[in-house]
C-alpha cells in the first residue's frame, strides 16, 4: 500500500511512530510490576508464588483472548480494535495504582489488561505488514524497540518512583499518559480496510473459519513455529518477571538502579540486534527470500549461552555482559519472528495467524512466572534463571527442522498471491 500524499513523514512510517508509543506503555505497564514487586511484595503482605501467579494469570488472560483480538483484526476495522484494546489497558494501568490485594491484583491486571492488550497486537502488526512490504522486518523491527525501550525508561522512572513516593505511583504515571495516546490514534490512524479490498468503504468480508483454519493450522512451520516462540517466550517471561528480584537480592542494589541495571544492558543490546537483524535479513531476502527463518535460528542458538553465564556468575560487571549478549541475539531473533510467520502465511489470515501464535505463546510463557516464584523458595533464583537457557536451545532445535523439511513447501510467493 503507498501513501496518496507526499509529506515529511509518509504515512506508514507515522502508523509505526503512533503503534511505538502504544507498544511502549503496554511494556511501562509489565515493567513497573516487575521493577515495584519487592516493595508491592511487602506492602501487600504476598509471597513470591503468589506475584508469580498475578503474572501468569495475566499471561494466561492474554493467550485466551488473543485468538479473538487476531479475528477481530481480521473481520473489522483495525483501527478501532486498537482503540478500543488500549483504551482497556490504559484504563486498568491506572486502576492498577489502587489495587489492595491479589484479589484485586488478579481483576486489574490479569483480566483487564490481560484482555486489552491481547487485542493490540495482532491489529498492530497486520496493519504493519500491510503498508510495510520491502521494508517489513524493519518496520516490525522498530515496532519491536519500544519493547525494549518501554523496559528500560520504565524500569528506571518505576524504580526512582517506588523508592520515593510509594509503589503506585508509576501506574498512575503510565496509565494517564497511554490514556491520551489513546485519543490521539483514534485521530491519526486511517480506518483501512485488509489488503484485498480497493474500496475502502466496502465491508470488510467476513472469512469463513473452515477455510481460516485450513490456511493457518495446516502449515506444519506454522506449529514449529509456535513451539519455537513458546519455548523463547517462557524463558523471555521468567526473565522479565524475576531479573528485577533477582539483582536486588543477589548483589543488593538498590531499587532504582535494579530499575535501570535490569534492563539497560539488555534492552539496548536487543534494539541493536532488532534493528541490525531487520535490515540484514531484509537486504539478504530480496536475493534469498526464505532466509528469514534461518536468522531466527542463529539468534536462538547464540543467546543460550548468555542466559546461562547471567545466571551462573557471581560477578556483577559479568553478569551485565551476558545480559547485553543475550540481549543482542535476542533482538536478532525477534527482528524476524513474525516475519517469518508471514512468509508461511497468507496475507488475509496474518491477523488471525499471529493471534494463535500468540495463544500459543503466552499459555506456555505464562507457567514462566510461577515457576520461577516456587524454584525461589526451592533452588533459588541463581539455579532458575541459569536453566532458563535450555529453553533457547529448545527452540532452536525445532525451528532447525522446520526450516530443513517443511518450510519450503509452506513458503508463500506473496507477489503471485496478490495476482490471484
Not at 189 to 212: C, F, H
Not at 402 to 413: E, M, P, R
Request: charged residues 15%; proline residues 3%.
Amino acid at each position: 500500500m503507498t501513501d496518496t500524499k507526499k509529506t515529511w513523514l509518509p504515512y506508514k512510517w507515522e502508523l509505526i511512530a503512533l503503534l511505538w508509543f502504544a507498544f511502549f506503555f503496554n511494556q511501562a505497564d509489565r515493567q513497573s510490576y516487575n521493577v515495584v514487586l519487592p516493595l508491592l511484595t511487602k506492602d501487600l503482605g504476598l509471597s513470591s508464588v503468589q506475584t508469580g501467579l498475578i503474572g501468569s494469570i495475566f499471561l494466561w488472560c492474554y493467550a485466551l483472548l488473543v485468538p479473538l483480538g487476531g479475528y477481530l483484526g481480521d473481520i473489522s476495522r483495525r483501527k478501532w480494535v486498537l482503540f478500543f484494546s488500549l483504551l482497556l489497558a490504559s484504563g486498568c494501568t491506572f486502576l492498577s495504582g489502587i489495587a489492595g490485594g491479589m484479589t484485586s491484583l488478579i481483576l486489574i491486571r490479569g483480566f483487564g489488561n490481560g484482555g486489552g492488550e491481547a487485542c493490540y497486537f495482532p491489529s498492530a502488526n497486520s496493519l504493519i505488514g500491510q503498508y510495510h512490504h520491502k521494508t517489513r522486518a524493519l518496520a516490525m523491527g522498530i515496532h519491536q524497540t519500544a519493547l525494549y525501550f518501554g523496559l528500560i525508561f520504565s524500569g528506571l522512572i518505576a524504580g526512582w518512583m517506588g523508592e520515593h513516593f510509594g509503589w503506585r505511583t508509576p501506574f498512575f504515571l503510565f496509565g494517564t499518559m497511554a490514556l491520551i495516546l489513546c485519543f490521539i490514534i483514534l485521530w491519526r490512524v486511517k480506518d483501512v480496510g485488509q489488503p484485498s479490498q480497493t474500496d475502502d468503504r466496502k465491508k470488510v468480508s467476513r472469512i469463513p473459519l473452515k477455510e481460516l483454519f485450513h490456511g493457518v493450522l495446516c502449515k506444519p512451520t506454522f506449529w514449529a513455529l509456535c513451539l519455537s516462540f513458546s519455548a523463547f517466550f517462557f524463558v523471555i517471561c521468567g526473565f522479565n518477571t524475576w531479573i528485577s528480584t533477582f539483582l536486588y537480592e543477589k548483589y543488593e542494589l538498590k531499587l532504582a538502579k535494579v530499575g535501570f541495571s535490569s534492563m539497560f544492558y539488555h534492552q539496548v543490546a536487543a534494539a541493536t540486534g532488532v534493528l541490525l537483524g531487520g535490515r540484514i535479513s531484509d537486504l539478504l531476502a530480496v536475493r534469498f527470500p526464505r532466509v528469514r527463518i534461518k536468522v531466527v535460528v542463529f539468534g536462538l542458538f547464540l543467546a543460550a549461552p548468555f542466559v546461562y553465564l547471567m545466571g551462573a556468575t557471581s560477578t556483577l560487571w559479568v553478569c551485565y555482559a551476558a545480559l547485553a549478549g543475550f540481549g543482542i541475539f535476542r533482538g536478532i531473533f525477534d527482528s524476524n519472528i513474525y516475519a517469518t510467520l508471514f512468509d508461511v502465511i497468507e496475507p488475509k489470515y496474518r491477523g488471525s495467524a499471529t493471534g494463535l501464535m500468540l495463544t500459543c505463546i503466552f499459555f506456555v510463557g505464562a507457567f514462566a512466572p510461577v515457576i520461577l516464584g516456587w524454584a525461589k523458595q526451592t533452588v533459588g533464583l541463581t539455579t532458575a534463571m541459569s536453566y532458563l537457557s535450555i529453553g533457547f536451545v529448545l527452540g532452536g532445535v525445532v525451528l532447525l527442522v522446520a526450516a530443513l523439511t517443511s518450510f519450503k513447501d509452506d513458503f508463500i510467493n506473496e507477489e503471485s498471491v496478490a495476482r490471484e
